[in-house]
C-alpha cells in the first residue's frame, strides 16, 4: 500500500518550459488535490477534483490545468513554466465529508530558471 | 484578511517544554479543525482533529476548539526533539452546495532543543 505517490520528486525547468506532474493513489480515495507550498504562504490550492469526472479551480490556478485521468490518478500540467511557479508542489488525496483526512505524497521540488 | 491566521514561528524550545501552537479564523461555518505535521521535506501529516468545540486528548498532544473566540490551539507536553517539525492547522466544513472549503494555516515551525 503506497498511499500517494507524485513523480519527479526534483524537476529544473527554463521559462517556457512544459511539464506534467504525476500523482496516484491506492486507496480508493474520490477526491484529489494539487497545492503549492512556499515559504510564508503556506499551502495553497491550486485545482481539486471532488470525484472522478470533475474538477475545480482553488486558489491559485492561473498558469495551470489539471486532468483526472481515472480514479487513482490526478496530473498537474505547467503549460509554460514561468520563475513564479518555483514552488514545492504537493498531491492529496481524500474521501468526501466529514473532517476529511488529506493524505499527501512526498512532494516534487520544482525550479524554473 | 485571510480566513485562517498562524504565527510562522520559528519557536524553539528546550526539551521537556510544553508548547502551545495557536491558529485564529474568521469562517463561523467552520466545523472540523485539524493539526498537521509536517517534517522537513516531507508531506504534511494529520496528527488530530477536533469536531466543532471542546477539547481533544491524545497522548502528549491536547487539541483545543474555541469556536466563540474562533481560536484553536494544540499543546504538546514534554516536548521531545523528535517533534520538531512543521505545524499546520486546517479547518473545514460541510457544504452541500459543492463549493469547497478546505483551508491551511500557513504553519509554525518548531525547534525542539536537546
Known amino acids: 500500500n503506497a498511499g500517494v505517490t507524485q513523480t519527479p520528486k526534483f524537476q529544473v525547468l527554463k521559462t517556457g518550459q512544459s511539464m506534467t506532474l504525476q500523482c496516484a493513489q491506492d486507496?480508493?480515495?474520490?477526491?484529489m488535490y494539487w497545492y503549492r507550498q512556499d515559504p510564508g504562504m503556506g499551502l495553497r490550492l491550486i485545482y481539486y477534483?471532488?470525484?472522478?469526472?470533475?474538477?475545480d479551480k482553488g486558489e491559485v490556478p492561473n498558469g495551470y490545468n489539471v486532468s483526472r485521468l481515472n480514479k487513482r490518478e490526478f496530473s498537474l500540467r505547467l503549460e509554460s513554466a514561468a520563475p513564479s511557479q518555483t514552488s514545492v508542489y504537493f498531491c492529496?488525496?481524500?474521501?468526501?465529508?466529514?473532517?476529511?483526512?488529506?493524505?499527501f505524497g512526498p512532494g516534487t521540488r520544482l525550479t524554473v530558471l | 484578511q485571510k480566513e485562517v491566521e498562524q504565527d510562522p514561528g520559528p519557536l524553539s524550545v528546550p526539551e521537556g517544554a510544553i508548547v502551545s501552537l495557536n491558529c485564529t479564523y474568521s469562517?463561523?461555518?467552520?466545523?472540523?479543525f485539524m493539526w498537521y505535521r509536517q517534517y522537513s521535506r516531507k508531506g504534511p501529516e494529520l496528527l488530530m482533529y477536533?469536531?466543532?468545540?471542546g477539547n481533544k486528548e491524545d497522548g502528549r498532544f491536547t487539541a483545543q476548539v474555541d469556536k466563540s473566540s474562533k481560536y484553536i490551539s494544540l499543546f504538546i507536553r514534554d516536548s521531545q526533539p523528535s517533534d520538531s517539525a512543521t505545524y499546520l492547522c486546517?479547518?473545514?466544513?460541510?457544504?452541500?452546495?459543492?463549493?469547497?472549503?478546505?483551508?491551511f494555516g500557513t504553519g509554525t515551525r518548531l525547534k525542539v532543543l536537546a
Open positions: 492529496a488525496s481524500s474521501e468526501i465529508g466529514g473532517y476529511n483526512e488529506q493524505f
Open positions: 486507496m480508493n480515495h474520490n477526491s
Open positions: 477534483s471532488a470525484s472522478e469526472g470533475t474538477t
Open positions: 469562517n463561523s461555518a467552520f466545523q472540523y
Open positions: 477536533t469536531y466543532s468545540s
Open positions: 486546517a479547518m473545514n466544513c460541510d457544504d452541500t452546495s459543492g463549493t469547497y472549503k478546505y483551508i
